[in-house]
């Protein structure tokens, strides 16, 4: 039975007017990001450091003027369109660069590509792992400690961790990792748990089925693979 009373045709026009917004909001912070990207560009080209208008297209010139507003780039105040004037031979009206902040956030977006829900889809040779927000954290600090460990992660586990996407009803970090990747999570929770919590170790244990333990025979610690019985205990 449809229910067309006014409180539910409000809250559907607010359901509408929500994913509307939220549609414009990424499509004008893809449209300031790529303006970015051009200013970037053009910097490289310019003689000056700075770029001009008659080097931007009159829509790309709006939206930069946009991210004026939001700190990510700088314009060219009076003294200085009066310098590039005069380096010119002409008027110079309007001049534009990255900010200090706009450099970092093309920097930043360069180190971190979006995650995407499909970018768990695993290989033949990969699994899924999912991971709750503390052990994600504990390997983290792991990865981030990659070029200064004497056992580093295996190859790829830094830009998986990057680029894990984060299942918000279930409360899982998720990516799709090779055996020998789901190997070093488990060095990296032990690491944690000499450390202090051995939690993360114990749940990845029992859900995946290695552990990171003093094998006898090297006299070393390795990655141990749990027989079915021992996961649950």
């Known amino acids: 039975m449809r229910n067309d009373s006014p409180s539910a045709t409000s809250n559907l026009y607010r359901l509408l007017r929500y994913r509307v917004l939220v549609k414009v909001g990424m499509n004008a912070r893809q449209a300031r990001l790529d303006a970015l990207r051009s200013l970037r560009e053009e910097e490289k080209r310019s003689v000056y ?31 200085i369109r009066a310098e590039l004037s ?23 977006l ?74 070093t999570v488990a060095y990296a929770f032990y690491l944690r748990a000499l450390s202090g919590s051995v939690a993360e170790a114990n749940r990845f244990a029992r859900e995946y089925g290695v552990s990171y333990r003093l094998d006898p025979s090297a006299g070393s610690p390795a990655a141990a693979r749990l027989p079915v019985h021992a996961r649950s205990q």
């Open 49 to 79: 450091g700075w770029v001009m208008s008659s080097q931007v297209p009159p829509g790309l010139q709006q939206s930069l003027q946009s991210a004026a507003d939001q700190g990510l780039v700088e314009l060219a105040d009076r003294v």
């Open 86 to 108: 005069a380096h010119e031979g002409r008027p110079v009206l309007w001049a534009a660069r990255l900010s200090a902040q706009g450099h970092d956030v093309l920097t930043y």
């Open 110 to 183: 360069h180190a971190s590509p979006a995650p995407t829900p499909h970018s768990t889809l695993p290989t033949a040779a990969e699994q899924v792992v999912e991971l709750r927000p503390a052990q994600m954290d504990a390997l983290r600090v792991y990865t981030n400690l990659a070029p200064v460990l004497r056992v580093p992660p295996a190859d790829g586990l830094v830009e998986r961790v990057r680029a894990a996407y984060f299942d918000r009803p279930n409360n899982r970090w998720r990516m799709a990792l090779t055996a020998e990747q789901i190997e």
